[in-house]
């Protein structure tokens, strides 16, 4: 598609239970981007993909959280036994190319709402 | 480290001015500068992308420039409309990766 679709808009879990997010990014698009947004506008990275593969884990708080982006199917983020400090709205984005030499905007979707009680 | 700054947090201005908001940020070692703007609610719409050899770019009534010694952006819009109320925010992408450093924002209010 056109847009980065990410669903659900919302979901609400009870402190300790599974969150799955996902998002399709634009067709044509090889990088996606999972960024968390917790204060207004603080934006958090938390991991990219190139394809399939892994790109940058860095930002990922790995003990809850994971993340894959299989091929012909949705990309996803899953947080184990989430914290009330996991509420936040959950963006991905995608490019044509995240490498270094190449100059390529973020498109990003409309988020996912988490809010974790 | 990487820190990026906006100002101001919040403008209100009548409809029909020019406006201009700022960012600035501490390490001149960028790889580009994105401007975004974001509608509550909603996601983030990429509004202009200046690489680091780019001094400016242009989209419509949008103008982005880019300082790298001074360490600074500005988006000027042009005619503002109610339309453009909205939260601008300005984001830096190093040279190591694409973790982008994001400011603040900028929220945006035009008074029809």
């Known amino acids: 598609g056109e847009e980065v679709a990410q669903t659900p808009k919302h979901l609400v879990r009870g402190e300790g239970q599974k969150a799955k997010l996902y998002c399709a990014p634009i067709?044509?698009?090889?990088?996606v981007f999972w960024y968390q947004q917790v204060l207004k506008n603080e934006f958090k990275f938390l991991i990219s993909f190139q394809n399939e593969n892994v790109f940058d884990e860095t930002g990922m708080p790995k003990e809850r959280f994971s993340a894959k982006c299989l091929p012909n199917s949705p990309c996803s983020l899953e947080i184990q036994a989430t914290k009330l400090e996991d509420s936040a709205v959950y963006f991905c984005a995608s490019s044509q190319s995240g490498s270094t030499g190449e100059n390529s905007p973020l498109h990003f979707g409309n988020g996912t709402r988490l809010t974790v009680t | 480290k990487q820190e990026v700054t906006q100002i101001p947090a919040a403008l209100s201005v009548p409809e029909g001015e020019n406006l201009v908001l700022n960012c600035s940020f501490t390490d001149s070692a960028i790889y580009n500068l994105q401007w975004f703007r974001q509608d509550p609610g909603k996601g983030l719409t990429s509004l202009l992308l200046?690489?680091?050899s780019q001094r400016e770019q242009t989209s419509g009534r949008l103008n982005a420039s880019l300082d790298k010694s001074s360490g600074r952006s500005t988006l000027y819009i042009a005619a503002s409309q109610p339309g453009d109320s909205a939260t601008y925010l300005c984001?830096?992408?190093?040279?190591?990766?694409?973790?982008?450093?994001w400011g603040a924002g900028t929220k945006l209010i035009i008074k029809p």
């Open positions: 984001a830096v992408r190093p040279w190591s990766n694409y973790q982008l450093i």
């Open positions: 067709k044509g698009h090889s990088y």
């Open positions: 200046i690489q680091s």
